[in-house]
C-alpha cells in the first residue's frame, strides 16, 4: 500500500512524485514510457516556458521550487540554456529554457531516486477500480502482467486524464464536441549539435489528434509519418521522429474549482492561489493561426488548489494539462514550469492530507502554502528575482 501514487512521469508528474516522497511519503510514480519527462524529453519539445513574467518592475521569477532545482543542475553541467529573464525580448519563446533531453531525463531519474520515490517506468496504467467516490487501486501493465497497486491518493499527470476517464470522474475533452488543438511529431535533424543542446525539427507538422480514442491516435500517427516522409522526400535531413505526437490538449477534469480566463487574463489572486503560472491564451488550431489573448502586463496569473481536486472522486488529485479548466485557460496553463509548479503543489498537498489522515479538500492552504514556500517554490507575493534564483 502506498501513500501516493502519480500516474505519469511528464513535467508535473516528475515534480508532485519528487515532493511526496520527500515529506517522506510512500510515493510511487507509473510510466507508460521507459523514461521519464513525457514531452520534455521523449517527445522532443525541449523547451521549458515559462519562469518568470517579464512585465514585473522587479522580482519577475513566479516560479521556482523543484523545476528550478532540476533546471539549475542541468546548467551546472552544461545542459540547459537560461535566457536572461530580467531582458526585454520580442517574444515570449525567448524565455524558455532549453535543456538537452538525454540529460534531462537521467538528472530527472536522480532527483527521483534520491527522494526515495518507487518507480515503475514501462508499465501503462491500465484500469482503475472505484468504490463509494473512492479509488481503490490501479492497474498497470507490466512485463508480468496486470499488476494492482493501492494508495490513499492517486494525482493523475498523464496529461490526457487517463486515470480521470477510468475512474469514471467527469472531464472535458478538448472543446467538448470532437475538436482538439493539433498534435505535433517532433523529428531531430541529421546534424552534428553544435553545443550540448539540439534543435529540434519545428511545429510546422500539425496533425488531428483525438488523445482520448485510440484508433484515433493510429489513423493521427501513421498520417504524420507520411507528413515526415514527404518533407524527407523534398530534401529535409531527418534523422529520428518522436515515439508518438505530441499532444497539446486532452482532457479536463473537473475539479472543485474550474479556474476561467476572465481571472486568469487579469491576474486574479484567490485565497487558495498556491503557486503562478505564466503564458498567455494560446489555442492551436488546423489550418489557421492559433487563437491568442494576452494577459494583463502587470499581472501574474495563478493556479487555485481546487483545480488539483477532483470534485467526483474524494483521493484523487491532478497536475499538469489535464487540471480543472475552461479551455482557454487550458491553453496558457499547459507550459512546462505551470505544469512543474502545479505538481509540486500537488504532492506537497498530498502528503499533508496523508500525515494528517484528512481528504485534500481538508487540508490547511496556509499550510500548504508555508510548506511550499519552505521547500523553494514561489508562493503568490512572494516573487524572486533573477539574481537570487539564480544564486540557489
Ligand atoms: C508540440 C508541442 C510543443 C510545445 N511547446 C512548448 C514550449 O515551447 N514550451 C513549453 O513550456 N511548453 C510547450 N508545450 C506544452 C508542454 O510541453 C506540455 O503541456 C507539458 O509538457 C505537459 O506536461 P505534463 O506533465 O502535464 O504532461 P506530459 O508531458 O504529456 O506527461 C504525461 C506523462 O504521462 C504518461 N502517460 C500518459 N498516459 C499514461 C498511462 N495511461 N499510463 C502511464 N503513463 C501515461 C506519458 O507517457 C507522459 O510521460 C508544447 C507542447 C507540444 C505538444
Known amino acids: 500500500m502506498f501513500d501516493i501514487i502519480v500516474c505519469g512521469a511528464g ?18 510514480l507509473i510510466e507508460k514510457y521507459n523514461t521519464p519527462g513525457g514531452i520534455l524529453t521523449v517527445l522532443g519539445n525541449n523547451s521549458i516556458d515559462q519562469f518568470n513574467n517579464p512585465f514585473r518592475k522587479e522580482n519577475k521569477m513566479v516560479i521556482a521550487g523543484i523545476g528550478w ?58 484500469d482503475a477500480e472505484t468504490e463509494n467516490g ?75 489528434l483525438n488523445v482520448t480514442d485510440s484508433n484515433l491516435i493510429t489513423k493521427a500517427e501513421i498520417e504524420s509519418r507520411r507528413m515526415i516522409f514527404s518533407e524527407m522526400q523534398k530534401g529535409a ?13 486532452g482532457r479536463r477534469i473537473k475539479g472543485l474549482t474550474e479556474m476561467n ?29 492559433s487563437y491568442i489573448k494576452y494577459i494583463k502586463h502587470e499581472n501574474t496569473p495563478t493556479v487555485r488548489l481546487g483545480s488539483l481536486i477532483s470534485k467526483d472522486i474524494k483521493n484523487l488529485m491532478m497536475a499538469g494539462r489535464c487540471i480543472s479548466t475552461d479551455r482557454e485557460t487550458n491553453s496558457a496553463i499547459r507550459v512546462k514550469s505551470s505544469c512543474m509548479a502545479m505538481g509540486e503543489a500537488a504532492g506537497t498537498a498530498a502528503a499533508l492530507a ?14 500548504l502554502k508555508d510548506t511550499l514556500d519552505k521547500n523553494g517554490a514561489i508562493i503568490p507575493h512572494k516573487e524572486r528575482s533573477f539574481e537570487e534564483m539564480m544564486r540557489r
Open 237 to 249: 535531413k531527418i534523422m529520428a521522429v518522436a515515439p508518438q505526437v505530441a499532444p497539446r490538449e
Open 261 to 289: 480566463s476572465a481571472d486568469y487574463c487579469k491576474g486574479t489572486v484567490f485565497e487558495d492561489s498556491i503557486c503562478y503560472t505564466y503564458w498567455f491564451v494560446d489555442i492551436h488550431r488546423d489550418n489557421e493561426p
Open 69 to 126: 532545482e532540476f533546471v539549475l543542475r542541468l546548467h551546472k553541467e552544461g545542459y540547459a540554456r537560461i535566457p536572461d529573464m530580467n531582458a526585454v525580448w520580442e517574444n515570449h519563446e525567448q524565455y524558455g529554457v532549453k535543456v538537452n533531453p538525454v540529460a534531462a531525463a537521467k538528472i530527472m531519474d536522480d532527483m527521483l531516486l534520491e527522494s526515495g520515490a518507487e518507480l515503475y517506468y514501462g508499465q501503462s496504467l491500465a
Open 134 to 208: 473512492e479509488i481503490k487501486s490501479i492497474l498497470v501493465t507490466t512485463k508480468q502482467g496486470l499488476k494492482k497497486l493501492k494508495a490513499k491518493i492517486y494525482i493523475d499527470c498523464t496529461g490526457d486524464g487517463d486515470l480521470a476517464a477510468f475512474s469514471g470522474a467527469s472531464f472535458t475533452a478538448g472543446n467538448g464536441n470532437g475538436t482538439f488543438q493539433p498534435g505535433t511529431l517532433r523529428y531531430y535533424p541529421a546534424v552534428n549539435a553544435e553545443d550540448k543542446i539540439l534543435n529540434y525539427g519545428d511545429n510546422k507538422n500539425h496533425v488531428k
Open 11 to 28: 513535467v508535473a508528474g516528475f515534480c508532485a512524485a519528487v515532493a511526496a516522497a520527500r515529506m517522506g511519503m510512500k510515493t510511487a
Open 354 to 367: 496523508v500525515k494528517d489522515n484528512i481528504e485534500v479538500k481538508d487540508i490547511s492552504v496556509e499550510k
